[in-house]
């Protein structure tokens, strides 16, 4: 598998690059994008045709769905790269309601954009072929309803482990239990005391759940524009003995 960081700023895009967008290729298949924050489609159109990816979602914030909207008016309308099919569409319960409301012209009504996206909702550890990735969702601790995601291509059995945004829970251990790569957020730099409950993690927590998960390579993600990267690395070396590494627009991985 390829995966592309197309973005991974937390809680908004950022001068150095998008909100939350992640692709992951296999090799013969269209793609598969985690999440679509601000300023995604823009840089997915470096990459790829946004009309031949399909699209799944951890959760439904802003930061991480509010380009989709603008999705669909690429794959319906452009002249020459429209899309010509449906493409999958994975995520929680409400993401034909919440994300409709905001492609449909009339108030108060919500575009089931059956026309050009099958969508499934997610439920939780059960397992979806996309192409050639099984998906598997993992429930998150967030205020609203969230997943972390595994991803396992069938050839190779290589693993993308993804913990979306998430407080420190058990079932990421699950999750990215043996990845090759885990994309783990890090929103609270080098430690979680005095933040939020129930949101986010810092980088001491994303390096125990690597740690306990035996992951080979952790990246850390989702550190907002005046956030604290360097600590989260640290905190997260503390508790981590592998790889870490902070993500960055534009970073590309062979798995």
Known sequence: MKLTIIGCSGSLGSPAGPASGYLVQAPGAPGVLMDMGPGVLA???????????????????????????????????????????RNLLFGPAATVEKLGRLTSD??????????????????????????????????????????????????????????????????????????????????WGATSMGKAPDMHMCGGEAGLLASRAGVKQLILVHIPPWGDPEGAVRAARENFD??????????????
């Open 43 to 85: 840089e997915l159109q470096k990459v790829v045709n946004p009309s031949e990816v399909h699209v799944v979602f951890s959760h439904l914030h802003a930061d991480h769905c509010l380009d989709f909207p603008s999705l669909t008016v690429w794959r319906r309308y452009h002249p020459s790269l429209a899309a010509q099919g």
């Open 106 to 187: 009339a108030e108060g009504h919500v575009d089931e954009m059956a026309d050009t996206f099958a969508f499934t909702p997610w439920q939780a550890r059960r397992a979806e072929l996309i192409d050639r990735v099984q998906i598997t969702p993992f429930p998150t601790v967030h205020p609203i309803e969230s997943y972390g995601l595994r991803l396992v291509e069938a050839t190779t059995g290589k693993v993308i482990a993804y913990s979306g945004d998430s407080a420190y829970t058990e079932e990421l251990v699950a999750c990215a239990q043996g990845a090759d790569v885990f994309l783990c957020e890090a929103t």
């Open 242 to 255: 592998g790889e870490v590494i902070v993500g960055e627009a534009g970073m590309e991985f062979e798995i």
